[in-house]
């Protein structure tokens, strides 16, 4: 007996149903994984640049210090000069004051030059920091967008469960505005993010 054409055409609308959530859960598992993925390399480059900052920090410290015991050696210097002010005659005495000035300028320069570079070097690694915080908290919008898309009850449930939808990816376009950019570069793509 041969089955009639409308049960074959349901069976094959229901197994053109199934194939299609199938996709979309083999999507959102690789979605899932390139997201931990995401998220483990940013946790992996937050605790490098993190440990990068407290390093620049103790070495700011450290220049800082150095640069007020050269402050103290000046002034011992400057204090031995105006003692030997008596012994020297005026000459020698404007020329060893002149020499010290400029050593004084030329270490001073040196150690602010080091200070300005490392501070440079801080406020580069906080706005590294910073980006990496709003690119995680975009993807963060993006996977709630596909949750509250999906209906799903909890973020990264292992359990999805969708009702067919008539036209999904005008509903897609409509609620991911990046998503609905990259599928109409790639309107041969079936996955907007591969």
């Not at 995680?136 to 996977?143: D, H, M, R, V």
Request: charged share 35%; net charge negative; proline share 4%.
């Amino acid at each position: 007996m041969t089955p009639s054409v409308p049960r074959t055409r349901a069976a094959a609308a229901l197994r053109m149903k199934q194939i299609a959530l199938d996709n979309q859960g083999r999507m959102f598992r690789r979605l899932r994984a390139k997201i931990a993925t995401g998220r483990r390399e940013s946790a992996v480059t937050r605790e490098g640049l993190e440990t990068k900052v407290s390093s620049l920090e103790k070495d700011l410290q450290i220049q800082r210090c150095d640069n007020h015991t050269l402050r103290n050696t000046v002034n011992l210097c400057h204090n031995d000069i105006d003692h030997r002010i008596s012994q020297l005659t005026m000459e020698r005495m404007k020329a060893k004051k002149q020499q010290a000035r400029e050593s004084h300028l030329e270490c001073h320069h040196k150690f602010q030059a080091r200070i300005q570079e490392a501070e440079d070097t801080i406020q580069e690694q906080h706005l590294i920091i910073e980006a990496l915080v709003e690119e995680k908290a975009s993807i963060l919008q993006t996977i709630q967008g596909l949750q509250e898309y999906n209906g799903d009850p909890a973020p990264f449930d292992d359990e999805w469960e969708e009702e067919p939808e008539e036209d999904p990816e005008e509903e897609w376009l409509e609620d991911i505005p990046v998503a609905r950019e990259r599928l109409l570069m790639n309107k041969k793509n079936v996955l907007p993010f591969e």
